[in-house]
């Protein structure tokens, strides 16, 4: 009863405070000491009797409150801060200033004239000038940064958010802004061997005021996604990430140390059933202010104030110079240890706790790979990439159909992008795998290259329609790693194949200027395989042989305009004429491959942040030799229209290949409506990359265009997929297909173009070598059975007989202006949706993304 008493006097000082027409003096301390005395006891409270309304009419009607309640609680922080908040009475008002100001901030931020007010000289009007003063500050001082200062005491207060030093009695304790805070470190590992006590009050504590600080940092959210918007860099990171914070390095240390310390695993099962676990609520804000604190990068991107006296990144500084091997391994085993948690198998079910926070560990890595060159050659170094490599393909298939999942499918594939341009991932990619978490694949005896190919095949042929931007990274990510895949099991070869297959329809070629660059990437990767691992994947030479009318196809494709004009009507008589009720097209449209079920789609009702377009793949990488010598790089520059250099490669397939249904034509994987959106989305993508970007070398272009073809020819799984479309869905892929290129015409002379370019030579020859001995070695043998093909064509050698091997060329990321907004939006857009008790951003004017229901 006591209880409601005191909430009630809270909600009767803000309605107070909200239907006051006249200023309330900041002197009337009775009356501001109602905001954080004991009447709450935790933030919820705080989120439901201070209305979003409320907050506004202030905002508008009484700014003058606002501004006097903000500096009441600011002061209240700063004056514990120098009292070093030794009681009891202090820890209370301290959490609910954090709490009030929590709630306050987003609607201060929604407002552009209200952005600057933190950033403003204290007055001493309205009393916080006696604060500033007190602490010993300048009294010019903007608010923000004594807010930032007393938090980040706050955040090494003995007996509040650290234990205190064993050495002293709490009496005898420096005041805080004394203390040696390198000594309170959170917890061990980077920089501190010590190991704190755990106090589950202290970890709330220190949640309290980093979600303060979390939501002091979301300024950026509402500021639009274009790049004028965020030259300047956000002044609160940049304060706090600054020399001007002096507790810059021990509150990196602890962020990073209680991130990858965590283990939420605990001895007893279902240990989180019985107990309460503060610790993974902390992890939770620390991991998400930790990736906030990397995303600014003053000295390279932004523009800095000449005046600014905190221009760099102190964090990112922290981060760079991290070199031990011992640190890089407590970080490694700690990033794996957390993605692998949501994923493990145990003998009792749901008998061990399950962590969220994949998408921010994802994050993290990659900026620690992207800044810390050193801990990415360490990940590489051993089989340990595989740990990152597995959960990440994991989450990539399980979210492939769900709209609401887009992002964390696009930040898996940056991560893999990024790790494939260097040699030693392709590599690691050869050691045997051996399933140890559930995944919707095919079973299938091979390596992580052939899960990598897997995965890939089910995100293009049964992935959600706007994942079509993905697939030219899919394809750089192949054609990385494909010239050291050493062996390739009968399934990933027949996939490429099938995939192949697709690709060379010559309606699809025809349909689209672009389309036809989808043959080129994979034409590239079989080139890799064979002319640098021939020895080793026989199924690949294998499946190349038995399809090897696709190659012929393929090179003998018409090129005069009654071919060409034929094709295109022949295709759309039979887009207009079949009809789903005969036989045979209800029957293929109901056979599904083995392993290739979608995923089901995002629930009614879920939210999801909109996304930045991503860059294209010319602007997210840099072609590099893997053999960098100043002459082949020359070479590189000055290839023919005859070269094969540019890297691209079609992961997987998704389709279960046996003996029998190798021989059989392969069926669509997708279903009918769904591959009507995908085509559609696929045209729509071709168009604009059409119009928007240059023309260069083929190769470059071919890059750019991936996305587009893939996603269609991902649908179109060759020439039978009109059978697999009810007529309504065939209709809808002849207008998606056809509209957006009306005005494109194919001509005798476009088609001539680039065939004339195709790198079929190496293949050729291969089968001009291979087909008489396997043909002759069948009708000798009187063989019926593939296992004495593959017998020979292990032992067999192709040395002298291929044409000179071209050079390696692997394409590395290299940052840029776009991948930074998209990450930007994308980590925000993330840290919204997590936070939702309570909910601080909700129902506030974000203009970073879009809140959508999917």
Known sequence: ???????????????????????????????????????????????????????????????????????????????????????????????????????????????????????????????????????????????????????????????????????????????????????????????????????????????????????????????????????????????????????????????????CGYDPGGILPYNHLLFHDSREELVDVALQVLIVTLDQEATSTNIVDEDSTFPDNLFLNYLSRIHREEDFDFILKGVTRLLMNPLAQTYLPNSQRKVHFHQELLIFFWKFCEHNKKFLFFVLKSSDVLDILTPILHHLNDARADQSRVGLMHIGVFILLLLSGERNFGVRLNKPYTATIPMDIPVFTGTHADLLIIVFHKIITTGHQRLQPLFDCLLTILCNVSPYIKSMSMIAACKLIHLLEAFTTPWFLFSSPTNHHLVFFILEIFNNIIQYQFDGNSNLVYSIIRKRQVFHHLANLPTDCGSINKTLTRRGKKQLTTTPSTTSSVANANIVMEGAKPALPAEPGTLKASLMDMPGIENMTEKESAHPSQRQLDKLTRAGPGATLFSTGLLGSETQVNEESEGQPIQPTTETDQTATLVDQNRAMAANLASLTRQPSLESASMRSTGESLKGDTEISRNSVQRTLSRASEQSVASSRVAPTESWVPTQDWVASWKVKLPLQTIMRLLQVLVPQVEKICIDKGLTDESEILRFLQHGTLVGLLPVPHPILIRKYQPNPGTAMWFRTYMWGVIYLRNTDPPIWYDTDVKLFEIQRV
Not at 226 to 232: F, L, N, S, T
């Open 1 to 259: 009863m006591g209880n409601t008493d005191t909430k009630l006097n809270f909600r009767k000082a803000v309605i107070q405070l909200t239907t006051k027409t006249q200023p309330v003096d900041a002197g009337e301390d009775s009356f501001w000491e109602q905001f954080w005395s004991e009447s709450v006891t935790n933030v919820q409270d705080v989120f439901t009797l201070v209305p979003s309304t409320e907050i506004r009419a202030l905002r508008e009607e009484s700014p003058s409150n606002l501004a006097t309640l903000c500096y009441k609680a600011v002061e209240k922080l700063v004056l514990a801060a120098d009292a070093s908040c030794r009681t009891q009475k202090d820890h209370i008002e301290v959490l609910n200033s954090v709490r009030l100001l929590t709630r306050l901030i987003p609607y201060i931020f929604e407002e552009p004239e209200w952005r600057s007010f933190f950033w403003s000289s204290i007055p001493e009007s309205n009393g916080g000038g006696s604060a500033a003063s007190s602490s010993g500050h300048n009294d010019s001082q903007p608010l923000a940064q004594s807010m930032l200062n007393a938090v980040c005491d706050l955040l090494f207060c003995p007996e509040f958010t650290v234990a205190p030093n064993k050495n002293g009695a709490r009496d005898e304790a420096d005041d805080l802004q004394t203390l040696d805070s390198c000594e309170y470190i959170w917890a061990s590992g980077v920089g501190f061997a010590h190991k704190p006590i755990d106090n589950p009050q202290y970890d709330l504590n220190r949640r309290e005021l980093l979600r303060l600080l979390q939501t002091c940092f979301s300024q950026s959210m509402y500021l639009p996604p274009v790049g004028d918007a965020h030259v300047q860099s956000n002044r609160w990171v940049q304060y706090f990430t600054s020399s001007e914070n002096r507790h810059a390095l021990p509150l990196f240390t602890s962020l990073l140390n209680i991130v």
